[in-house]
């Protein structure tokens, strides 16, 4: 063998051994994730729907892989400044998105978003999804769904509604509801959304369409008054709620409406598959966790696990439902 051949066969053996030294690294560092804490971004401020179930499963999850899972608090811009912040950090599994409804109708509202709703993020796990409630002001002087629609008739855009903010899930299913019963109402959108239940308390707003856990202490308290579940079934816990559509008559043009808002985690897309995999299947066990199921229930959540590329799958056609609605809403984003 030549000295030229000897020196090119070492040099090759020095790469390839670099290399898997390498694979060997990022392996090693795959099966030790998480070796540091890991931030669930959720694009709403403390105490909404988004920000309880991001709590719920960064409790389990901190328990299951020995790291703390933190929730960060990113609200603003009806959800694209964390959606941004997600989708422009590092792909390794530290830095996750709780999204829900609301990301797939961004799209329509908004001319230059800095990221793409599909490419720049990976599934991880759907939840859950939640009905809304039909809230009314006891100010508003109805007992029922039926005599709301019959005073939103008899006086149309006098019925104020809030909602998280334009676009926001609670704006799509008072703009939804608007649509199929044929009335006019009012969309007034909310920075904060403890605002909404302030004002809606003292009368200055009528009504907004809310995931239950929202608004369920002042129900519960008497200082607003739920009129129905936007479900496909009655509500039996953690208050008994009958369903818009059986609550209202055919010819209000409601016969089997329903309306949700999924829940899920998302990740910046080219997160590792080894990291994506263990976080689904440690999502998926802990939402079987009775304490879950249970939590669940008090915030009438209903559980709805889809991972991965069946959660990637749900996204795109859930863009494609309310995207549309979006538009012909007239909701937009200056």
Do not use: C
Request: no cysteine; aromatic share 8%; net charge positive.
């Amino acid at each position: 063998m030549t000295q030229h051949q000897s020196f090119a066969r070492s040099l090759m053996g020095a790469l390839l051994g670099g290399a898997a030294l390498a694979l060997a690294t990022l392996s090693l560092a795959q099966d030790r994730y998480p070796s540091r804490p890991v931030q669930i971004i959720a694009p709403v401020s403390a105490g909404s729907a988004v920000d309880i179930i991001s709590r719920i499963y960064a409790e389990r999850l901190s328990k299951r892989l020995g790291q703390q899972f933190l929730v960060i608090n990113r609200q603003g811009a009806g959800g694209t400044i964390a959606a941004a912040a997600v989708a422009k950090a590092p792909a390794d599994g530290y830095t996750l998105f709780m999204a829900n409804s609301q990301h797939s109708v961004n799209p329509a509202l908004y001319d230059n978003l800095p990221y793409d709703s599909l490419k720049d993020f990976a599934g991880v796990a759907l939840l859950a999804e939640s009905p809304s409630f039909v809230v009314v002001s006891p100010q508003l002087g109805v007992k029922s769904l039926a005599e709301f629609i019959a005073l939103a008739r008899q006086k149309p855009g006098s019925i104020n509604y809030g909602s998280a903010g334009i676009g926001s899930a609670t704006h799509m299913a008072g703009a939804y509801f608007a649509k199929r019963a044929g009335i006019q109402m009012v969309h007034i959108p909310y920075k904060v959304s403890a605002d909404i239940t302030a004002d809606l308390m003292a009368g200055r707003i009528q009504a907004n369409f809310v995931p239950p856990a929202f608004q369920l202490p002042q129900i519960r308290d008497g200082k607003l008054r739920v009129l129905a579940t936007t479900a496909a079934e009655p509500m039996r816990s953690p208050l008994e709620v009958p369903t818009v559509a059986s609550s209202a008559s055919v010819a209000s043009g409601l016969s089997g409406y329903e309306y949700a808002t999924w829940y899920g985690f998302l990740a910046p897309a080219r997160t590792p598959a080894p990291v994506m995999e263990l976080l689904a299947k440690n999502i998926r066990e802990a939402a079987d966790d009775p304490e879950v199921r249970e939590r669940y229930q008090t915030l009438g959540l209903s559980s709805r696990i889809r991972t991965l590329r069946d959660f990637d799958d749900y996204l795109r056609a859930d863009m494609e439902r309310l995207v549309p609605l979006a538009k012909e809403s007239g909701a937009k984003v200056d």
